[in-house]
């Protein structure tokens, strides 16, 4: 079949009308209209440092608001491993504000600050390591945070300090006091204070025909940080944006509130499907970064500045580069909440890594079949459609792991159920695909069809798991099935019962082959203010839905993964993708791009999204292959497998009004470039495998930009169209039509690189003509290269599945740097359960090349994992022919080993090896 495709105009008038009339500007929200009134430099805050507090956890004092008079209660924790946390609360509210649960994984361990020097208009403090100093003056409000000895930040350096207390509503006040004497003065100044209050929303706020009542009045705040030498930010997923961000001085902000954003556009600060209010800023030196947990709709302003060396915190432009030093402005502004946020003082990127770990914890372990190809269509029609397509991989000879169900193959788009026509033998299905080491995904999503005849609806209205609206019914909102109910993941005995429901026993023809989506969960109300719940519905506790909003889907995706995860008593690992996701969702599973169009221009934007969200965490994530929306051409669809072969979850989808896209539908030219890079794909998974290991145990993102490998090099700061994975591949997806060559930049001064298919080497620093095509589609490449000084894993052979190649030897590819030297790690363990953990059942393995000698041993001594797999092949690039090799281990005496050498390419070839991996073994080069 030839699909056609829409140009790029196209695409993004789609775009356009889907946001015009749906989605606020900030001229809608009414918070960030308020908190725009507050002018720069000043603030009406001082502390009062009488007030200060210290104790084995941090620091206490308090801030007067010279304005209203209203006291504000200020904390300052130094946490372990070079973190500043800074929470704002008020002294005494009239109820307490929401504060963010769950994310955190653990109350982060604090040091002691000590007051060093004190006057009456200023106090420093400094962590007991002598690390980090904070600098507190008292008039107007600012801290200074140096890192040693060096100014890193200024918190509240333009006087942006944004708190608006709790309240009574005046509008009460009014009615109480008719008869009084004071009831006519009242009256005459009603008309005046109510459109004000009405201009300002400050106690109800008009959307289209939506109305949001605020029953506690307003109640956003916000908070300035000035970055002292920095001009590169990163971060804050989830936007269709380049990697680095851009100002928005004179444009609208970065807006975290998530969405149901159909066919997005592209460039642009709105929101999206999730939101990580996680912040990086890099310079030579230096990484560091805000986290500012807060879950409620949250905007970002950043303006780049510059400020007088020897005055740093002072914003007065200078004429001479050589007296100024860059400075950016961090903005942030919430609707509701308190001000949380973790100052993660790096050193270096891996550094923040961590520090962002240690706090809402680890990217989970994957089962290893879930790195594999996934096949997914809304949606594939019936068992016959689903046997016919898994046939269909077979007959073309391309692996796959998993096939997915959109929504119907439910009975009426009610989850946990299945359609009796379509899928009248649902658990021979899973049989069927299970005989083939194959798994299948199935989508639930969290609305609930009201419908009194369906249990499921009726046990959770029984039990009252739903969230309520403002006048404490059932809230209902339009979705796929109708009109639907919402249950309430935020209560924590909503997620339990919700986890149970995916037990075998309790999910009807369900196996332990089946996973499970979680889609339109930000939540998604078709005839909800832009297309989400009302912000007063309420939830567990009484708090409304605007404190809770961006957690809702981080709740669904948690309790889903716990469901799978009690299913198999604890032992399997669950695979759980989610659209909607938060700080802290990389613990449960798997990220995608959403709603995405075939169209070039959103393959190119996939790759910056993609790294935004790696390097925030979530280094699980991937874009729909193809496009979602639209059909692609075959040259587009073609690159795009290229691109997505290299990126962590790879997945082709397609809307249900597309042309089908299996693999092999689009020309046998075209199926045999598709079918080559996905059996490169799989090739490579145990070098994926290791990265998402050293991800969960090591915060190590899977994939990140060039600047994290090279943080000194100003020229990688902004590339956002080239990558490493781990630190060993550097890949350059083509995304654009009809180009012959692109240019790849070979970073790193005396760096070596060498290309991962020809094998021929390259000099660092330096940007590479690559040609990409020839004279057909037959000859289409994607550059990649492996980087000198590092050993990476691959497997002999691709068979249908990763399970099929559990037992298929390796591989090792050596590629030496200028030193002669190279390093690298294998993990291994059965690909699928807590074993790892709980018995350490794995193997890591170090693989290391020095003075002419290859060794192979064990990494972690606690690993006791058995595995019948064999190296068989080791490729050392980049060395001397020797006269001779030589092997050694535990079992056989050093004895010579048969080897073939290209000079051209300077290649070794060392066939024929039969180590088992999980022994210690050795190389020699004789010269």
């Known amino acids: 079949m030839e699909p056609s495709t829409e140009n790029t105009e196209e695409a993004s008038a789609l775009a356009e009308a889907v946001e015009s009339n749906k989605f606020k500007t900030i001229g809608d929200i009414a918070f960030y209209r308020r908190q725009k009134k507050l002018v720069p430099g000043n603030s009406p805050y001082h502390a009062l440092l009488d007030t200060l507090e210290l104790s084995d956890c941090g620091a206490k004092l308090q801030l007067l608001n010279e304005e209203d008079k209203v006291p504000l209660f200020v904390e300052i924790f130094a946490l372990e ?130 109305i949001d009542t605020k029953s506690n009045g307003p109640t956003s705040v916000g908070l300035d940080f000035s970055l002292h030498g920095f001009e590169h930010v990163y971060g804050i997923p989830e936007h269709t944006e380049s990697l680095r961000l851009r100002t928005t001085s004179q444009e609208e902000p970065y807006r975290l509130y998530n969405l149901d954003v159909f066919a997005c556009k592209l460039y642009s600060r709105m929101s999206v499907y999730g939101s990580v209010p996680l912040l990086l800023a890099h310079k030579r030196k230096q990484t560091m970064g805000i986290f500012w947990l807060n879950a409620s709709e949250t905007l970002v302003d950043i303006s780049m500045n510059t400020e007088n060396k020897t005055a740093l915190g002072k914003t007065k432009k200078l004429k001479t580069d050589d007296d100024v030093l860059p400075r950016t402005d961090v903005r942030w502004m919430s609707e509701s909440g308190i001000i949380d946020a973790f100052i993660l003082m790096g050193p270096s990127a891996f550094d923040v890594f961590n520090q962002y770990s240690r706090l809402t914890g680890p990217q989970a372990l994957p089962p290893l079949f879930a790195l594999g190809h996934h096949q997914c269509r809304y949606s594939y029609k019936d068992e016959n459609d689903i046997k016919q397509v898994d046939a269909g991989f077979d007959l073309n000879d391309i692996p796959y792991d998993v096939i997915w169900l959109d929504i119907d193959h439910t009975e009426g788009k009610r989850y946990f159920t299945w359609d009796k026509t379509k899928f009248p ?35 959770a209205k029984s039990k009252k798991y739903f969230v309520m609206d403002k006048d404490g019914e059932e809230y ?72 809770v909003h961006n957690l809702y889907g981080f709740y669904q ?105 299996e693999p092999w539908l689009f020309g046998k030219e075209n199926t045999s470039i598709i079918r080559a890079i996905i059996r490169e794909r799989y ?76 094998l021929q080497r390259y000099d660092g620093e330096q940007a590479l003509r690559v040609f990409v095509t020839l004279d057909s589609l037959v000859s289409l490449q994607v550059p990649i290269y492996q980087r000198g000084g590092t050993i ?34 294998l993990f291994i363990d059965d690909g699928h359960s807590f074993n790892y953990q709980s018995k350490n059942q794995f193997l890591l ?83």
């Not at 604890?570 to 969702?585: C, D, K, M, Q």
């Open 81 to 210: 491993d070079y973190v500043i946390r800074i929470k704002v609360n008020e002294l005494k509210p009239m109820k307490q504000r929401y504060e963010v649960p769950d994310v955190i994984i653990n109350e982060p361990a604090t040091q002691r600050l000590t007051v060093v020097c004190k006057d009456e208009h200023s106090v420093t403090l400094v962590t007991v390591d002598g690390y980090t100093q904070v600098l507190i003056i008292a008039k107007p409000f600012r801290m200074d945070i140096q890192n040693q000895g060096e100014m890193s930040m200024t918190v509240n350096s333009l006087g942006l300090l944004y708190f608006e207390h709790l309240r009574k509503n005046p509008q009460s006040e009014i009615r109480n006091t008719r008869g009084s004497r004071l009831e006519s003065k009242r009256k005459r100044d009603k008309e005046t204070q109510k459109e004000s209050e009405e201009d300002l929303g400050l106690w109800k706020e008009q959307f289209h025909e939506f």
């Open 557 to 661: 995706q948690w309790a889903t993964a716990e469901g799978l995860i009690r299913r198999s008593g604890g032992i399997e690992r669950p695979f759980v993708l989610t659209r909607s996701f938060f700080a802290g969702s990389q613990r449960y599973g798997a990220v995608w791009t959403g709603d995405n169009v075939a169209d070039w221009s959103y393959l190119k934007i996939s790759i910056p999204m993609l790294l935004n969200l790696s390097i925030t965490g979530i280094s699980f994530c991937g874009a729909d292959v193809g496009g979602f929306v639209q059909n692609p051409e075959p040259e587009l669809l073609v690159r795009w497998y290229q691109a997505a072969a290299y990126q962590p979850f790879f997945r082709n989808h397609s809307h249900t009004e597309t042309k089908r896209r």
């Open 476 to 547: 209902q909102g339009f979705c796929w099935p109708g009109v639907s109910a919402y249950l309430d993941f935020t209560n924590p005995v909503v997620r339990n019962w919700y986890a149970n429901k995916h037990g075998l026993d309790q999910y009807k023809d369900s196996t332990d082959i089946l996973f499970v989506w979680n889609d339109m969960n930000e939540p998604a109300v078709f005839d909800g203010p832009e297309l989400t719940m009302h912000k007063h519905a309420v939830h567990a506790g009484g708090w409304e839905h605007r404190e």
């Open 683 to 758: 090739a490579l998974l145990p070098f994926w495998y290791t990265l998402f290991y050293m991800a969960h145990t090591k915060a190590e993102p899977v994939i990140r930009p060039l600047w994290v490998e090279f943080p000194e090099e100003a020229n990688t700061f902004a590339v956002d169209d080239e990558y490493m994975i781990g630190e060993a591949l550097l890949v350059h997806p083509v995304t654009e039509a009809g180009v012959t060559d692109v240019n790849v930049l070979l970073p790193g001064k005396g760096e070596l690189w060498y290309h991962l298919r020809t």
């Open 845 to 927: 393995r170090r693989f290391s090349f020095k003075d002419n000698t290859f060794s192979a041993v064990c990494a972690d001594v606690r690993g006791q994992y058995r595995t019948e797999c064999l190296v068989e092949r080791v490729l050392i690039m980049g060395a001397a022919r020797p006269s001779c090799v030589t092997t050694e281990c535990s079992d056989i005496q050093e004895s010579p080993i048969h080897f073939t050498y290209n000079v051209e390419k300077s290649l070794l070839n060392i066939e024929g090896l039969q180590f088992n991996v999980g022994c210690d073994w050795m190389l020699k080069l004789h010269y």
């Open 792 to 825: 990476i894993s691959r497997k002999t052979q691709v068979l249908r599945s990763t399970k099929a190649m559990e037992r298929v030897s390796y591989t090792l590819y050596i590629a030496l740097n200028s030193e002669n030297s190279a390093t690298g790690k």
């Open 425 to 459: 033998s649902p658990r021979e299905m899973q049989e069927h695909l299970q005989a083939k080491d194959r798994k299948l995904v199935v989508i639930s999503d969290p609305h609930i069809k009201v419908d009194e005849k369906y249990p499921f609806y009726c046990e």
